[in-house]
């Protein structure tokens, strides 16, 4: 069989469909755009991959297409084809939880992040807010999804001038140094805690697990409580660390 042949019934056995036109592999992934490969050598197996506006004769003006990869091998067409189809199906994902679509999330005003496209959050309280980003891993879309919660009160700082004149200022220089760490402390970033609710391939469970949130994110937020800090570091180390404490302890012994 041909190239274009081993691929078409590769993509056949993962349910995608495909068809050949003159000298092009097409393989459309939505209703607008469509994969298509072009094979740029007569005996080893390789193919220019572009992305082009489905259904659009190349003599039409608003023809258009973008080169985006090159495959050698029927296993990295089929990969490239699961690749653009997960990520149109994050795309989808999005636009879905932005505009509400779903009836269970459509009182839920979703926004994207200004720094990072793939991500989008809800404020569902005066501390809380719900976020979820999606993400392509194996290439199959994925939802991250967490509740961040800030803390309940901001910092109170007196900003009053410090009391006292001539030694009593100069026998109290640490209250004048305090009211400059308060200072700085406005600088900071707020102190915030993350409710990790799991990750999602199942889209459907996604949109049940996000209402369910919304339901109970106050009572979340009652009890979620600082981690202290020594409990972080122990639950950073590894069990190959304390294996080999334990290891050093029983040779010792």
Known sequence: MSFYEDIATKL?????????????????????????FVEIDPLLPAANVYIAAADVDERDDDFSEALVSVVFSVEDAVRTVAHHVATDETVTLLRDLIEGTDE????????????????????????????????????????????????????????GAPT????????????????????????????????????????????DAL????????????ELVPVDDDYADFDDCGDDEFGEDFADGDANE
């Open 164 to 207: 006292g004149t001539g030694e009593d200022s100069a026998a109290e220089p640490d209250s004048q140094l305090l009211t400059v760490d308060a200072l700085l402390d406005l600088f900071d970033e707020p102190s915030s805690e993350v409710l990790e609710l799991g990750t999602f391939k199942d889209f459907d469970k996604l949109f």
């Open 12 to 36: 056949d056995e993962q349910g995608i469909e495909s068809r050949v036109g003159g000298d092009v592999l097409f393989v459309p992934v939505t209703a607008d755009f469509e994969v298509r």
């Open 104 to 159: 269970r999330v459509a009182a839920v005003e979703f926004f994207q992040d200004t720094v990072d496209p793939q991500e989008v959050r809800a404020v569902l309280t005066d501390r809380s807010d719900l976020v979820v980003r999606v993400v392509v891993e194996d290439e199959a879309p994925v939802a991250h999804v967490w509740v961040e919660t800030w803390e309940e009160e901001p910092l109170e700082v007196d900003l």
């Open 211 to 222: 209402s369910l949130a919304v339901d109970h994110v106050e009572d979340w937020e009652a």
